[in-house]
T-cell receptor
Framework: AQTVTQSQPEMSVQEAETVTLSCTYDTSESDYYLFWYKQPPSRQMILVIRQEAYKQQNATENRFSVNFQKAAKSFSLKISDSQLGDAAMYFCAYRIPFGNEKLTFGTGTRLTIIP | DAGVIQSPRHEVTEMGQEVTLRCKPISGHDYLFWYRQTMMRGLELLIYFNNNVPIDDSGMPEDRFSAKMPNASFSTLKIQPSEPRDSAVYFC????????????FGSGTRLTVV
């Protein structure tokens, strides 16, 4: 069974600084997708960034980027120039592309932005 | 597109009562998922549908929980009878097969059973 592990329950960062959130996963599949979701206090789950396992290039979305290490089964999220609006729970998630569409989530990391 | 619509946003009920949560997925999405979020257990998949057919309900806690999807634009999650341990946020999400955008989530229903 696939598992997703987020070992940092809480993180904090000074506004305008950079922070990296960690995620590891366990799978026997060779093709899959990885995601980071943000859940602010409003509790809405918002897709931040996604990565296809067959692509070696790390995904980037504005201030958000990932460091995808397939051999190590690691998928970290880097937030640059942190803003107060980035304060939220961040969830790492995994999904295989076909046949079974369900997402497996990690336990989340609560990110605090210090003004 | 209005996104995934869930109702109600909040629900407070007494133990033993029936509770029905509702979800309208995004038009054209052929997968629909029900998740439950608690502090203790995080995000748990309860059940998901493909083209209105339940595919995997192994996450449904017990017989008190049931879910239906009578058509492509509507799904319900029912708890009967409700218990205090059912208190959680229940999310509905939808996606399209073969599209790797992840899910689109609804805003969730916070259920409190007293």
């Amino acid at each position: 069974a696939q598992t997703v592990t987020q070992s940092q329950p809480e993180m904090s960062v000074q506004e305008a600084e950079t922070v990296t959130l960690s995620c590891t996963y366990d799978t026997s599949e060779s093709d899959y997708y990885l995601f980071w979701y943000k859940q602010p206090p409003s509790r809405q789950m918002i897709l931040v960034i996604r990565q296809e396992a067959y692509k070696q290039q790390n995904a980037t979305e504005n201030r958000f980027s990932v460091n995808f290490q397939k051999a190590a089964k690691s998928f970290s999220l880097k937030i640059s120039d942190s803003q107060l609006g980035d304060a939220a729970m961040y969830f790492c998630a995994y999904r295989i592309p076909f046949g079974n569409e369900k997402l497996t989530f990690g336990t989340g990391t609560r990110l605090t932005i210090i003004p | 597109d209005a996104g995934v619509i869930q109702s109600p946003r909040h629900e407070v009920t007494e133990m033993g009562q029936e509770v029905t949560l509702r979800c309208k997925p995004i038009s054209g999405h052929d997968y629909l998922f029900w998740y439950r979020q608690t502090m203790m257990r995080g995000l748990e998949l309860l059940i998901y549908f493909n083209n209105n057919v339940p595919i995997d309900d192994s996450g449904m806690p017990e017989d008190r929980f049931s879910a239906k999807m009578p058509n492509a634009s509507f799904s319900t999650l029912k708890i009967q009878p409700s218990e205090p341990r059912d208190s959680a946020v229940y999310f509905c999400a939808s996606s399209r097969q073969g599209i790797d955008y992840g899910y689109t989530f609804g805003s969730g229903t916070r259920l409190t059973v007293v």
